[in-house]
């Protein structure tokens, strides 16, 4: 049965020289010392994090070609070979509590640390130097050190812990439950002094093994990852000498596989015991693997792809060979080579969008980028032009409209092949989803409304049609809470980089869900009100009206400058007193030619 699996694993290998969809990689950071790992801080900041070898993290803003350092324990981290910095990973409630995750090698004593940072409280580009000490693992030899850490879904923090070097696990560590060395780990950083071990673990409490043991038999779990819409975990475990293999853990595994290293490396037997190739005891065998041939000869793991931006096939996995520069790809149809490069591939990174990158330990951070992959409908082409949150029949009696705020026919169709657009209010949960294949008139309109109570069906829409939805739900959307619109109806791409659109209020606690500080917070009664795109300057001021171009909504990414509140009885509601009626207007409704209108004296 092991030849048959061998055979199988040797001609999937020979899958890895087909060819593949293009890819290029964009430039972002060169003139890196050693970087080994880029990450984000889960916060929406849109900020990337570089991990430095040396013992820098360096922070990059949005749109800055040049990184500042966040945090420096150069004093504190042995920079040799496999040895330094390896790993870092932001807090779930990292936004909030400020606290983050580190993976160094110290440098008195050569033990592998994971330590926790806080953020500065005044300044969130800095990190404070302060250092608690999670957990301290001896190292036997100076390489095999694992690296990665990163949270869960569930929450826990996953640590990578290789069998602690020399060659072919000499110590016969991996298999041993009681030791850290060969394995995943899970604790839980929330409970504990200085951590707990979750009584969910498959060695927790009086069954034999270290409680904070997860997985087992990894030579060395470099780089791994979960997939940000399935929670399946990724392990990329670096080989001996002749397999390099993908390990694959399903999001409903209870923890205990054993993926066994020293006795299999990939699905060949080694023959190093003790135990036999013949099993009585299940083995977990690689998702992939492949061979020591052309060069290759070290596995850095990757991740799935889960972005918005079509830059790869949606859900396959991307990883490398360290050795050859090699980039691959594993999905439905097998392993194969994506791009051939020149770089030394320390690492992976996936940025707050799903967006994914490449590091290379020459010095460089690069984004993954698909030149083929049709255009975007991007920020300000899609705007929500009119709202009203409660109206005379109650809390429920809602409406958004969307608008096309060009000049020609869009068609709803997001790049990661999700059902369409998200319209979501701050809550996070979709109320309206434009659909795929959707065509949107030129300067045209799309209705979204709450079918419990919405009152304005028969209102007319002009030209003989009235303001039906186009798209209805059914849970209320709180008075002054966030709207916003994302060119994808996956809620885990729900992020700044795929917004379209948000409106919100002062009150609006996340900045994802409104634009500048917000309208002001309305005080609102039963009236029948609305909220509407300005087109005239601020509250449509007859003194201003006259120049008034009146072909586009106002869209200066400040909520209070591009919204007016306006009443059907002139209420103020904590806006000012302006007297007008909600125009919802849907798909059918007549479209704004005022351009296409000569003008004469």
């Known amino acids: 049965m092991k030849k048959v699996i061998a055979l199988l694993a040797l001609l999937v290998a020979s899958s890895l020289n087909v060819a593949a969809q293009t890819i290029v990689l964009d430039p972002l950071l060169a003139g890196l010392s050693s970087p080994l790992y880029v990450t984000h801080a889960r916060d929406g900041s849109g900020r990337l994090f570089v991990v430095e070898?040396?013992?820098?993290?360096?922070?990059l803003q949005p749109g800055a070609t040049t990184p500042t350092v966040f945090l420096n324990i150069t004093t504190r981290v042995l920079f040799s070979g496999e040895r330094g910095l390896l790993g870092l990973a932001f807090h779930p409630l990292y936004e909030t509590n400020r606290r983050f995750f580190v993976y160094y090698t110290r440098n008195s004593d050569g033990a592998n640390v994971i330590a926790e940072y806080r953020a500065s409280e005044s300044n969130p580009n800095v990190a404070d130097t302060a250092e608690t000490v999670i957990l301290p693992i001896p190292q036997p030899f100076t390489n095999h050190n694992g690296g990665m850490i990163e949270f869960g879904p569930d929450g826990f923090l996953y640590i990578g812990k290789g069998d602690g070097g020399s060659a072919n696990d000499p110590g016969n560590r991996a298999q041993n439950l009681n030791e850290l060395l060969g394995k995943m780990l899970r604790i839980d950083i929330n409970q504990g002094t200085p951590y707990a071990s979750p009584t969910t673990n498959p060695f927790a409490g009086a069954i034999p093994g270290r409680d904070e043991i997860w997985a087992f038999g990894l030579r060395n779990p470099f780089r791994f990852s979960f997939d940000r819409q399935t929670g399946d975990l990724y392990i990329?475990?670096?080989?001996?000498?002749?397999?390099?293999?993908?390990?694959?853990?399903?999001?409903?595994?209870?923890?205990?596989?054993?993926?066994?290293w020293r006795i299999f490396e990939g699905t060949l037997c080694t023959n190093l015991g003790p135990a036999s190739c013949t099993p009585t005891t299940p083995y977990t065998f690689p998702l992939t693997e492949y061979g020591h041939t052309g060069g290759r000869c070290s596995i850095t793991g990757g991740y799935a792809y889960r972005g918005a931006r079509a830059s790869l096939p949606f859900g396959s996995y991307v990883f490398a060979d360290f050795c050859?520069?090699?980039i691959f790809i594993y999905d439905t149809g097998g392993q194969r080579l994506l791009l051939d490069t020149t770089r030394s591939i320390s690492s992976f990174g996936e940025?707050?969008?799903?967006e994914l990158y490449?590091?290379?330990?020459?010095?460089?951070?690069?984004?993954i980028r698909n030149p083929n992959a049709p255009a975007p409908i991007a920020a300000g082409q899609l705007l929500i032009s009119e709202f009203r949150l409660r109206g005379p029949g109650g809390a429920q009696d809602e409406f958004i409209e969307i608008?096309?705020?060009?000049?020609?026919?869009?068609?709803?169709?997001?790049?990661?092949?999700s059902a369409g657009f998200a319209l979501a209010a701050?809550?996070?949960?979709?109320?309206?989803?434009i659909p795929t294949g959707t065509i949107i008139p030129a300067r045209g309109h799309f209705l979204c409304a709450n079918s419990n109570g919405y009152s304005l069906t028969a209102y007319p829409a002009g030209n003989g049609t009235t303001a039906t939805p186009d798209a209805t739900y059914t849970t209320d959307i709180p008075d002054n809470a966030g709207l916003a619109l994302f060119n994808t109806a996956n809620p885990i791409s729900f992020v700044t980089a795929n917004r379209l659109d948000a409106a919100g209020s002062t009150s609006e606690t996340n900045a994802l869900y409104k634009e500048g500080a917000g309208y002001p917070a309305l005080t609102i009664d039963s009236s029948n009100h609305s909220l509407y795109r300005d087109d005239c300057g601020k509250g449509g001021s007859i003194t201003t009206f006259g120049a008034?171009?009146?072909?586009?909504?106002?869209?200066?990414?400040?909520?209070?400058?591009?919204?007016?509140?306006?009443?059907?009885?002139?209420?103020?509601?904590?806006?000012?007193?302006?007297?007008?009626?909600?125009?919802?207007?849907?798909?059918?409704?007549?479209?704004?030619?005022?351009?296409?209108?000569?003008?004469?004296?």
């Not at 070898?53 to 922070?59: K, T």
């Not at 940025?351 to 799903?354: I, Q, R």
């Not at 608008?403 to 092949?417: C, F, R, W």
């Open 403 to 417: 608008y096309n705020n060009t000049d020609a026919a869009l068609n709803v169709n997001p790049l990661d092949g």
């Open 426 to 433: 701050s809550d996070g949960s979709t109320r309206c989803t």
């Open 53 to 59: 070898q040396g013992g820098v993290i360096r922070v």
């Open 548 to 601: 008034c171009p009146l072909t586009t909504p106002k869209d200066t990414n400040d909520n209070a400058s591009d919204f007016v509140f306006v009443a059907t009885d002139g209420a103020s509601a904590g806006a000012g007193q302006r007297l007008g009626a909600p125009g919802p207007e849907n798909l059918s409704a007549p479209v704004q030619r005022n351009a296409a209108i000569p003008a004469a004296l």
């Open 324 to 326: 050859t520069g090699e």
């Open 236 to 260: 990329g475990d670096v080989g001996q000498g002749q397999r390099e293999e993908v390990d694959f853990q399903p999001a409903a595994s209870a923890g205990g596989e054993n993926y066994g």
């Open 358 to 367: 490449i590091v290379g330990l020459g010095g460089t951070v690069e984004r």
């Open 351 to 354: 940025d707050e969008a799903g």
